[in-house]
């Protein structure tokens, strides 16, 4: 297994001591919880990084970095919204176009066709973390911050869905529907 690999397993497996930390609840095991998920948002910029800058994209680490990516951001706006920090019907946004883009993915990969990431998905991508790490950190980061990050991260995740869509429409086959 190569580094960018070890890498993506590396935030994968942050994940649940993330949440355990999370709902201990207690002040140290809260700014503790919001310092491993930032580690493990890092993790998913250094992985790609190496991946590409060495040659070391493995189509196991083009299955498990999205899975990763998502299971962790999943994971903090959900534990966001049980601390009734930000509303679930963001939350439930964010997750409804992730499963909707991953679905569409399959479709196109059964067609032998690679949707790879777009500069758009990746400013959501970009946008969500930074949401969830100033929400993790707050205080010392004013909360309103960190909600108004979030909300442009909803907006971007709707536009950037619609953007995946559109560019790709002919991978739905929509004519022979």
């Not at 971007?156 to 991978?171: E, M």
């Amino acid at each position: 297994m190569n580094i960018a690999n070890k890498l993506t397993v590396l935030r994968l497996a942050l994940v649940p001591i993330f949440v355990v930390l999370m709902l201990i609840g207690t002040q140290a095991t809260t700014i503790l919880g919001a310092i491993v998920f930032t580690i493990a948002s890092f993790t998913d910029f250094l992985d790609g990084h190496l991946a590409r800058k060495y040659n070391l994209v493995t189509t196991f680490g083009k299955f498990l970095d999205p899975l990763a990516d998502k299971v962790l951001t999943i994971s903090g706006f959900i534990i966001l919204v049980e601390q009734n920090i930000i509303p679930a019907w963001g939350v439930i946004v964010i997750v409804a176009r992730e499963l909707a883009i991953t679905g569409f993915r399959i479709i196109a990969a059964s067609e032998d066709i690679t949707i790879a990431a777009s500069p758009f998905g990746k400013l959501k991508t970009i946008t969500q973390l930074a949401s969830l790490i100033a929400l993790l950190f707050s205080p010392p980061i004013p909360q309103g911050i960190g909600v108004f990050i979030f909300y442009i991260a909803v907006i971007l995740t709707v536009l950037s869905g619609i953007d995946y869509f559109i560019k790709n429409k002919t991978v739905l086959d929509l004519e022979n529907m």
